[in-house]
C-alpha cells in the first residue's frame, strides 16, 4: 500500500522558514517524480514545484522561484519542499504527490498518489 504523509507545517510570520517533508512508503521513490501542490478552500489546486526520479531536473512555479527549493532523499524514500520568506499568500494546505515515471510534471492530473496535506499559515 503506497502512502506519503507530509509533515512540517505550522504557523509563521511573513519572512519566516518552513521544511515540508513527505515520507514515502510501499512504493521506490526514485521511479517517480515527486510534486508538491497547495490549495486554499475554494480555489483550485495550485502546482509549486516538481522534482524528477533522480532529482537532476526541477520546475517551479513562479511564485515561488527562488524562495522554494525541493529536494530529495531516495535512501530515505523522503522530499522536502524549504520554503523560505514566506508570504501570507504562500497561506494554503501543502501536498505531496507521486507520478510514476521519473520526469516532472506540472499538472495534477498527472499524479498517481497523494498524501492527505499539512496547513502553512503565513500571518502577516
Known amino acids: 500500500q503506497v502512502q506519503l504523509v507530509e509533515s512540517g507545517g505550522g504557523l509563521v510570520q511573513a519572512g519566516g522558514s518552513l521544511r515540508l517533508s513527505c515520507a514515502a512508503s510501499?512504493?521506490?521513490?526514485?521511479?517517480?517524480?515527486l510534486g508538491w501542490f497547495r490549495q486554499v478552500p475554494g480555489k483550485e489546486r495550485e502546482f509549486v514545484g516538481s522534482i524528477s526520479g533522480s532529482g537532476g531536473n526541477i520546475d517551479y512555479a513562479d511564485s515561488v522561484k527562488g524562495r522554494f527549493t525541493i529536494s530529495r532523499d531516495n535512501a530515505k524514500n523522503t522530499v522536502y519542499l524549504q520554503m523560505n520568506n514566506l508570504k501570507p499568500e504562500d497561506t494554503a494546505v501543502y501536498s505531496c504527490?507521486?507520478?510514476?515515471?521519473?520526469?516532472?510534471?506540472?499538472?495534477?492530473?498527472?499524479?498517481?498518489?497523494w498524501g492527505q496535506g499539512t496547513q502553512v499559515t503565513v500571518s502577516s
Open positions: 510501499g512504493l521506490t521513490l526514485k521511479y517517480y517524480a
Open positions: 504527490a507521486a507520478a510514476a515515471g521519473v520526469y516532472t510534471r506540472t499538472n495534477y492530473k498527472e499524479y498517481n498518489y
